[in-house]
Nanobody, 114 residues
Framework: QVQLVESGGTLVQPGGSLRLSCAAS????????MSWYRQAPGKERELVGN????????NYADSVKGRFTISRDNAKSTLYLQMNNLKPEDTAVYYC???????WGQGTQVTVSS
């Protein structure tokens, strides 16, 4: 069965950096667009960005553009989210998703606070 397992979330100070990972299994990873989403307390889940199956094209929400970078290693079936210059408003549970499917990870908590 499809499994998506996020990791790397933790408490980080404003201005800091963090890299999240999403280990995928149960499907042919390099055939799919992959996405990162996040959900802050009391807010709806929102799209952070996508990456195409080759890893050659990405797009991002305006709120993270220039600070976050999505990448993938198809040989390892792993998706990444590099987050730089983190702000308190980036505090959320971060999820990976196999795009356009109901396949989601369990999420990893990122808290940005001093």
């Amino acid at each position: 069965q499809v499994q998506l397992v996020e990791s790397g979330g933790t408490l980080v100070q404003p201005g800091g950096s963090l890299r999240l990972s999403c280990a995928a299994s149960g499907f042919t990873f390099n055939n799919y667009v992959m996405s990162w989403y996040r959900q802050a307390p009391g807010k709806e889940r929102e799209l952070v960005g996508n990456i195409n199956s080759f890893g050659s094209k990405t797009n991002y929400a305006d709120s993270v553009k220039g600070r976050f970078t999505i990448s993938r290693d198809n040989a390892k079936s792993t998706l990444y989210l590099q987050m730089n210059n983190l702000k308190p408003e980036d505090t959320a549970v971060y999820y990976c998703r196999r795009a356009l499917t109901r396949d989601w990870g369990q999420g990893t908590q990122v808290t940005v606070s001093s």
